[in-house]
Nanobody, 125 residues
Framework: VQLQASGGGLVQAGGSLRLSCVAS????????MGWFRQPPGKEREFVGG????????DYADSVKGRFTISRDNAKNTVYLQMNSLKPEDTAVYYC???????????????????WGQGTLVTVSS
């Protein structure tokens, strides 16, 4: 599956952004989808994930209560709604797809086999 992320930009602290990730192909609903981010000078980290049906989600503690992942399988799209943004949320955000990963633990990049190109989110203080 090929992934294309978009929606990044510059926002003030406390603001909101919604990222989108569109997948190619007809098997999007077969994939568990995840969002990761890579802050400047740091390693890529798990943000959250969503099950194939969209009925289950999991988030990193740092974004719980502020970020929401959803998907529309008819549109081959997964979303990341980010509210109450903080300067420490500044990062390149990536969407990723996995055929078999299970949510419920701290996932790492190697759990996902397909990646989008990343979209930059900058939160100013």
């Amino acid at each position: 599956v090929q992934l294309q992320a978009s929606g990044g930009g510059l926002v003030q602290a406390g603001g909101s952004l919604r990222l989108s990730c569109v997948a190619s192909g007809r098997t999007f609903s077969s994939y568990v989808m995840g969002w990761f981010r890579q802050p400047p000078g740091k390693e890529r980290e798990f943000v959250g994930g969503i099950t194939r049906s969209g009925g289950g989600t999991d988030y990193a503690d740092s974004v719980k209560g502020r970020f929401t992942i959803s998907r529309d399988n008819a549109k081959n799209t997964v979303y990341l709604q980010m509210n109450s943004l903080k300067p420490e949320d500044t990062a390149v955000y990536y969407c990723a797809a996995s055929f078999g990963v299970l949510l419920g633990r701290q996932l790492v990049p190697r759990d996902f086999g397909s990646w989008g190109q990343g979209t930059l989110v900058t939160v100013s203080s």
